[in-house]
Nanobody
Framework: QVQLVESGGGLVQAGGSLRLSCTAS????????MGWFRQAPGKEREFVAA????????YYADSVKGRFTISRDNAKNTVYLQMNSLKAEDTANYYC?????????????????WGQGTQVTVSS
């Protein structure tokens, strides 16, 4: 079965950086878009970034554009989220997910498999 396992979360000061990783198994990784989403307490899950199956195109939420970078290594079945210049409002549980096709969308309903999440806490 498809499994997605996130890692790399933690506690960081505002202005700092973290790199999240998500390793997939049970699927042909390179044919699927992958996305990162986040959910803060009391809020809905929101789109953060996504990448096409071959890594050729990336998409970002306006709130993270210029600070976060999504990338993937298909040889390692892993997608990354490099987060720089972190702010307190970036605090959330971060999830990776597999899209329903090669090209991603920003719609959470178009992602069919999800990891368990990794907590990111940014102290101000």
């Amino acid at each position: 079965q498809v499994q997605l396992v996130e890692s790399g979360g933690g506690l960081v000061q505002a202005g700092g950086s973290l790199r999240l990783s998500c390793t997939a198994s049970g699927l042909t990784f390179s044919i699927w878009a992958m996305g990162w989403f986040r959910q803060a307490p009391g809020k809905e899950r929101e789109f953060v970034a996504a990448i096409t199956g071959n890594g050729g195109r990336t998409y970002y939420a306006d709130s993270v554009k210029g600070r976060f970078t999504i990338s993937r290594d298909n040889a390692k079945n892993t997608v990354y989220l490099q987060m720089n210049s972190l702010k307190a409002e970036d605090t959330a549980n971060y999830y990776c997910a597999r899209g329903r096709s090669f090209s991603p969308t920003m719609d959470v309903h178009n992602y069919y498999y999800w990891g368990q999440g990794t907590q990111v806490t940014v102290s101000s």
